[in-house]
């Protein structure tokens, strides 16, 4: 079965460094999401991406994050000046077209900011 | 904006014995609900969801849930637990009017003790 994968599992970054995590959908899938995960907490809706552009954003999303698709396959997440407290899991998620498919999730990558 | 209150934060419980893990929704609109697992060090699996029609939905390893409009919740249940089905498990919703972005309750870990 077609899975999302994301690449590094864990990622170790001094803060105020930029940082990007990387996401490879399901190939015929058209929606992309990213959330987070801090310790403990609830997972969080970050981002939802369709047809090349930012379709949602929470509040959470502010001007350090930013997501882009570069290509045919890879969606990306990226933290321009990490703080201490973007330390969580990050998750990527896909979906095909009708708003009532589950969207698909990876396994996560770990983001830790010392 | 809806929102997902999962009522127990941790349930212990002997293997072989019936599970019931709470889930109340709320949302000023149709929603759809769905059960996510997350195993340790792993991403979020797709347990089942509603979409529409019966009310009572089959998902994998076992699991059902059922939707009740009057009482908002979407409980899941297992007539027998595994050792295996210790988890994390998120209840989640979206409505088709929020570009799908999911809502998460805050989880429930599910303990099944030999």
């Known amino acids: 079965e077609p899975e999302v994968t994301q690449t590094p599992s864990h990622q170790v970054t001094q803060m105020g460094q930029e940082v990007i995590l990387r996401c490879v959908p399901i190939s015929n899938h058209l929606y992309f999401y990213w959330y987070r995960q801090i310790l403990g907490q609830k997972v969080e809706f970050l981002v939802s991406f369709y047809n090349n552009e930012i379709s949602e954003k929470s509040e959470i999303f502010d001007d350090q994050f930013s997501v882009e698709r570069p290509d045919g396959s890879n969606f990306t997440l990226k933290i321009r000046s990490t703080k201490l407290e973007d330390s969580a899991m990050y998750f990527c998620?896909?979906?095909?077209?009708?708003?009532?498919?589950?969207?698909?999730f990876g396994d996560g990558t770990r983001l830790s900011i010392l | 904006a809806q929102s997902v209150t999962q009522l127990d934060s941790q349930v212990p419980v002997f293997e072989e014995a019936p599970v019931e893990l709470r889930c109340n929704y709320s949302s000023s609109v149709s929603v759809y609900l769905f059960w996510y697992v997350q195993y340790p060090n792993q991403g979020l699996q797709l347990l089942l969801k509603?979409?529409?029609?019966?009310?009572l939905v089959k998902g994998i390893n076992g699991f059902e849930a059922e939707f009740n409009k009057s009482q908002t919740s979407f409980h899941l249940r297992k007539p027998s637990v595994h050792i295996s089905d210790t988890a994390e498990y998120f209840c989640?919703?979206?409505?088709?009017?929020?570009?799908?972005?999911?809502?998460f309750g805050s989880g429930t870990q599910l303990t099944v003790l030999p």
């Open positions: 989640a919703v979206t409505t088709s009017g929020s570009a799908r972005q999911l809502t």
């Open positions: 998620a896909s979906a095909r077209l009708n708003s009532n498919q589950p969207q698909h």
């Open positions: 509603y979409l529409s029609g019966s009310t």
